[in-house]
């Protein structure tokens, strides 16, 4: 019982801690499954291992409550192989908590992982078919195993999984009657079974149109901060040059939109433009005097690129790096193409975008904006 208690806080810790996850498609009706599964059931001790394993089958209806903790319900029955009259020897009814240790200990990208472990604990009503008048016709039983999950197709809709598993009637021993009228609810290895079965799930599609959970794209507080002390720089051009006022106060009235913006909603979607043949989309990230790697601020405008290359499996992106005229020619022109290589391999290995639909080259020092500072960019054009 202190075993099961545990169990029940471990799951309740778990699903509190992933409520503060950043995710979506978890309404009620969301990230429901149901599968079926079949294999072996035999008793642990005073029986021959294979001689006495008899088939077991049964279905299961999940809910994925976070990335972490699954709550479901089975039903499951073992064919009777005695000499009953009975073709089901026992059914097994009840409740079952599911602990993803993949997504408990290396987190969760957004995306199921093709192998994830998960592990599992389960109570439910235990009834015999059997006229023996030793054993009890109604009884609880609890589960304790393993789950090996493979997440099938792109969508990971389909999931195949084996799962090793101990099951104990947790009242009394069925070799002598007095002990099993007597006997009060413990875990004995004389009264379980070792259960080895295989199954298959089908996860119902969510509102987010997806079979899974998916993370919200909301603001990066690294980016509203970087906004921030842009708007701060501009304030102190303000009390300088009475010429540039009128044009500085627009940038600063825009720059104050797109933090309010990035405060109150959601991420902005990305300017489309129509071309005649082709839909091109552009998408800046800006780096510090001499860097080279992406900052934490404009991550948002590479996940942009990589929504939309994961939505238009026909699309591509150039990424032309550039940088500001200080330093030597030779300098610059390294730096700009470490800046398209940059955004690149992000793509590459945190969105996990195919090498074969980006390019990515160094274009020496830029001239597309008056603010030479400006110029330290890569920009990404995707093209369909």
């Given at each position: 019982m202190k075993k099961c208690i545990f169990l029940c806080v471990l799951?309740?810790?778990a699903y509190t801690a992933n409520a503060q996850t950043l995710i979506e498609g978890n309404r009620i009706w969301d990230n429901w499954s149901v599968g079926v599964r079949g294999g072996a059931l035999t008793p642990l001790t005073h029986s021959a291992y294979f001689k006495n394993a008899r088939p077991t089958f049964g279905i299961e209806i999940n809910k994925q409550?976070?990335?972490v903790f699954a709550l479901g319900f089975q039903g499951s029955a073992a064919v009777n192989f005695t000499s009953s009259p009975t073709a089901?020897?026992?059914?097994?009814?009840g409740v079952q908590g599911k602990f993803n240790l993949m997504n408990l200990l290396g987190g969760y990208s957004g995306v199921p992982r093709l192998f994830e472990i998960e592990a599992l604990a389960g109570m439910g009503w235990?009834?015999?078919?059997?006229?023996?008048?030793v054993i009890r016709q109604n009884t609880w039983a609890t589960r304790f195993g393993l789950n090996l999950n493979f997440n099938l197709a792109q969508s990971k809709a389909w999931t195949v999984s084996l799962r090793p598993a101990v099951v104990y009637d947790m009242e009394g021993d069925f070799r002598e009657i007095e002990k099993a009228r007597t006997s009060s609810n413990h875990f004995n290895v004389n009264h379980g079974a070792f259960e080895l079965t295989a199954g298959l799930a089908y996860h119902f599609k969510t509102s987010s149109g997806d079979h899974h959970l998916s993370r919200i794209k909301g603001y990066d507080q690294a980016e509203v901060d970087g906004l921030n002390a842009s708007v701060n720089a501009l304030r102190e051009k303000l009390n300088g040059s009475e010429e540039d006022k009128g044009i500085l106060a627009e940038e600063n009235k825009a720059l104050r939109q797109a933090v309010d913006s990035l405060r109150n909603g959601p991420l902005p979607e990305p300017k489309v433009l129509e071309g005649e043949k082709t839909r091109i989309l552009e998408s800046v990230i800006t780096f510090?005097?001499?860097?080279?790697?992406?900052?934490?601020?404009?991550w948002p405008n590479v996940e942009r690129v990589a929504s939309y290359l994961k939505h238009h499996a026909g699309a591509k992106v150039s990424i032309k790096g550039y940088a500001s005229p200080e330093g030597s020619i030779e300098v610059n022109e390294r730096i700009a193409r470490q800046r398209a290589e940059a955004v690149k391999k992000m793509l590459v290995s945190k969105y996990r975008i195919d090498e074969s639909r980006i390019t990515a080259e160094g274009q020496g020092v830029g001239n597309m904006f008056a603010e030479p500072d400006w110029n330290r960019v890569s920009i990404c054009t995707l093209s369909e």
């Open positions: 799951g309740i810790s409550m976070t990335p089901i020897d026992a059914t097994d009814i235990l009834h015999y078919y059997a006229s023996r008048p510090g005097q001499g860097k080279t790697s992406v900052d934490a601020s404009q």
